[in-house]
């Protein structure tokens, strides 16, 4: 991460959103909206005097609401970069009108009120679309795990948020009703995976492995602890993969092959009744904690961001590589490459391949000054074009624009408007050609008289 | 006066078990602007695409017709061919015998061949009025943008950026990181994920 | 008595196929060896949207007694 933040090369722009996306391949024009932080990167020094003194608290969205933040809050202590943002929806300055506490002692003047959402637009050659998945919203379907409303059925994510060294609990896994340390936790596989019924029809492929390192986690650092899995199948397909998942067998996790089909509260214990298909019977479990690996889902917004760079999608929403052996990381708008879960679930491994793949794929075209292009695409005969614009509406890769030329007839100059084909935009599929009144325009390499005359030779 | 030759392919005995190649050859010999028509084993090999190259000179030909397989398959590869032997890539077209006629007319050989000669015609007459094209070029902006700043977006980055390219790295959150950094340690070496 | 009564009349059948889909789709009948009737010429072109109505009338006045289009 702090690599990517020094990197001379690279710039760092966050808290901003793509609006649009205009241009070709080697030539887009993108307009992004810069949300305003209400803070000036420019002056803020990342000291923290700001959020110690705030006096608002909210929901920490990185915690997953398991911890709280301030009002104005850096993410998590080694966000990056380190420049607090300013919750509007929250802060009393935004919702009452006063208090004024975050300018009145920041050291370096960088908070801004004022500040407003700043909209630009720049020009790059390529794309690489890394926007990364969501966890499914188990709590609207799965009934039988309680909807959401026993606090300690959580998903893995927050038990990533429990174990790590900076949340909530400074690394202790704790149960987010009374902050005790469970002893049993139970561990419930394919939540929104391979559930046609409730949820996706594929596998998220990294769920596996993690529950393994959570049993792991779990027997590691609660002492007298029991981690109970409950699992359709084992899926291990990686380097090292099956080996780990053993490890964690050996250190004491259960691995029970069944579905779970209920999850109530019964006093501070979450009883836990599923069957064990190898044994053929009913289990029941007392529980102090219940994690589920929920599916992963393309990330928030990926209709938006399919429609405004033409990407395809599956039917789940991820976005659509140009095939699915050969050309995994390219899409069919050309300069436009896929890296991550936004393609497809996947684990860190597969990602971290699948974005070199990406950077490759845009060094390879940015080796080059300039791109050949294909010459069978549109051409005007501005001899004969009345500049209808026919052409212009029908054309469904935004090729065609109309301009001015001037000539001399008759001895007087002229104005008049003609068609125009941009060649990087321009795909070569004719549709043009067939809605010019005129047949002022053609396509190169399948021109009307070619296609008339194969017409004729095979009608012989 | 056009000089077109017309090279008939058999892909061993992929097409010429079916279609009769020597009759194809013989009859495109007589269509308008033909002036070359012969047909080989396998066009696509080396001796075939020099077959091609050595009929281009001795011949003096200046548009060239392939029968043979699709041309999505191998339309790039005699367009090389042609260009090798100074014709303009584009004056050159393929009629394609094998997996829209030998293939699937396995069993009516007496109407594949007939076919095969209407698909070269066709081709013939399409070639007489291709004109030669020149690529053109469009720039290159060398700067790319990364949506969204996770794992993957991160690491793109860097390896775009390592090359000395710039590159501008965007999220809709106020930190880089994406989930990734959300974790604690990751699978299967257990190391820390920041 | 017309031409369609005679036994063996069969009809001339001009195929317009996008390079994209039906052609490829042709294309990948033939890889499979599924056979069909000899009596259709498909004509490729770079997408549906390029096949002109002067095309199709074209073929009925040379003689073509079915066009199809696809893609």
């Given amino acids: 991460m702090v690599a990517a933040a020094q990197h001379p090369h690279i710039k760092l722009m966050t808290y901003a959103e793509v609006e649009n996306i205009a241009g070709y391949v080697g030539n887009f024009e993108v307009t992004i909206r810069q949300k305003a932080r209400s803070v000036d990167a420019s002056k803020c020094t990342g000291c923290?005097?700001?959020?110690?003194?705030?006096?608002?608290?909210?929901?920490?969205?990185?915690?997953?609401?398991?911890?709280?933040?301030?009002?104005?809050?850096?993410?998590?202590?080694?966000?990056?970069?380190?420049?607090?943002?300013?919750?509007?929806?929250?802060?009393?300055?935004?919702?009452?009108?006063?208090?004024?506490?975050?300018?009145?002692?920041?050291?370096?003047?960088?908070?801004?009120?004022?500040?407003?959402?700043?909209?630009?637009?720049?020009?790059?050659?390529?794309?690489?679309?890394?926007?990364?998945?969501?966890?499914?919203?188990?709590?609207?379907?799965?009934?039988?795990?309680?909807?959401?409303?026993?606090?300690?059925?959580?998903?893995?994510?927050?038990?990533?948020?429990?174990?790590?060294?900076?949340?909530?609990?400074?690394?202790?896994?704790?149960?987010?009703?009374?902050?005790?340390?469970?002893?049993?936790?139970?561990?419930?596989?394919?939540?929104?995976?391979?559930?046609?019924?409730?949820?996706?029809?594929?596998?998220?492929?990294?769920?596996?492995?993690y529950t393994a390192k959570h049993a792991h986690q779990v027997l590691e650092k609660i002492p007298d602890s029991q981690a109970i899995v409950f699992y359709m199948d084992i899926r291990t397909p990686g380097k090292a993969y099956e080996e780990f998942q053993q490890r964690s067998v050996h250190e004491g996790a259960v691995y029970v092959r069944g579905r779970v089909s209920r999850v109530f509260q019964e006093g501070d214990k979450l009883i836990v009744r599923g069957e064990d298909t190898l044994l053929g019977r009913q289990v029941e479990v007392a529980a102090d904690m219940v994690v589920l690996a929920t599916a992963m889902v393309p990330s928030e917004g990926w209709d938006r961001v399919a429609k405004m760079i033409g990407l395809q999608t599956d039917k789940d929403g991820f976005f659509q590589e140009a095939h699915p052996k050969l050309r995994p990381v390219e899409t069919f708008t050309a300069g436009v490459f896929l890296a991550g879960a936004c393609q497809g679930p996947k684990d860190i491994p597969d990602t971290v391949s699948q974005a070199s793949a990406a950077a490759v794929k845009v060094c390879q075209l940015f080796a080059k000054d300039e791109m050949a292009t294909d010459p069978m695409i549109a051409a005007v005969d501005e001899s004969i074009c009345s500049g209808c614009a026919m052409c212009e509406k029908i054309c469904p890769y935004k090729a065609i624009s109309i301009k001015t030329i001037t000539e001399r007839v008759a001895g007087r100059q002229v104005s008049r408007r003609v068609a125009s084909v941009n060649n990087g935009l321009c795909q070569g599929c004719g549709t043009c050609s067939v809605a010019c009144p005129s047949s002022a325009m053609n396509l190169r390499g399948f021109t009307n008289e070619q296609i008339l005359a194969e017409v004729d030779a095979v009608c012989l | 006066m056009k000089r077109i030759g017309v090279f008939i392919c058999h892909c061993g005995t992929n097409i010429a078990s079916v279609v009769d190649v020597k009759k194809v050859a013989a009859t495109a010999g007589s269509f308008p602007g033909v002036v070359y028509a012969t047909d080989y084993q396998y066009m696509c090999s080396d001796p075939g695409q020099e077959l091609i190259r050595k009929a281009i000179k001795e011949q003096r030909l200046d548009r060239v017709v392939v029968a043979s397989c699709s041309p999505r398959l191998h339309e790039p590869t005699f367009r090389k061919t042609v260009e090798s032997a100074g014709i303009n890539p584009y004056l050159f077209e393929m009629a394609n015998i094998r997996e829209q006629c030998a293939w699937v007319h396995a069993?009516?050989?007496?109407?594949?061949?007939?076919?095969?000669?209407?698909?070269?015609?066709?081709?013939?007459?399409?070639?007489?009025?291709?004109?030669?094209?020149?690529?053109?070029?469009?720039?290159?902006?060398?700067?790319?943008?990364?949506?969204?700043?996770?794992?993957?977006?991160?690491?793109?980055?860097?390896?775009?950026a390592d090359t000395g390219y710039e590159v501008v790295l965007l999220d809709r959150e106020p930190t880089i990181g994406g989930n990734m950094v959300k974790l604690d340690k990751t699978f299967p070496t257990l190391d820390c994920s920041a | 008595m017309s031409v369609a009564q005679t036994p063996d009349w069969e009809p001339k059948i001009v195929a317009f196929c996008c390079n994209w889909c039906a052609y490829a789709g042709a294309d990948l009948a033939g890889l499979n060896r599924l056979q069909y009737p000899a009596n259709v010429r498909v004509i490729r072109v770079p997408c549906s949207g390029r096949i002109n109505p002067q095309f199709v009338l074209r073929a009925f006045q040379r003689g073509a007694d079915g066009v199809l289009v696809s893609g």
């Fill in chain 1, 48 to 209: 923290g005097t700001c959020w110690e003194k705030c006096p608002t608290k909210a929901d920490s969205e990185f915690d997953l609401g398991l911890g709280k933040r301030k009002a104005i809050y850096l993410p998590f202590p080694q966000a990056v970069p380190a420049v607090p943002v300013i919750d509007r929806e929250h802060c009393r300055q935004f919702t009452k009108g006063k208090c004024g506490v975050c300018q009145k002692v920041c050291p370096a003047k960088a908070i801004d009120y004022e500040q407003q959402d700043d909209v630009i637009t720049e020009n790059f050659g390529a794309i690489v679309v890394s926007t990364g998945y969501d966890l499914f919203k188990w709590e609207e379907v799965y009934g039988e795990y309680g909807y959401g409303k026993y606090p300690d059925v959580i998903t893995g994510m927050h038990f990533e948020r429990l174990n790590n060294a900076s949340g909530p609990t400074g690394g202790k896994i704790l149960r987010p009703s009374d902050g005790k340390e469970p002893k049993t936790v139970v561990f419930i596989k394919c939540v929104g995976s391979r559930d046609e019924a409730k949820g996706k029809s594929y596998c998220s492929r990294a769920c596996c492995m």
């Fill in chain 2, 107 to 160: 069993r009516d050989k007496d109407r594949a061949t007939p076919k095969a000669i209407d698909l070269v015609r066709a081709a013939v007459a399409k070639v007489n009025r291709d004109g030669p094209l020149q690529a053109a070029t469009i720039p290159i902006t060398k700067r790319a943008l990364v949506i969204g700043a996770g794992i993957a977006g991160m690491q793109a980055a860097l390896d775009i």
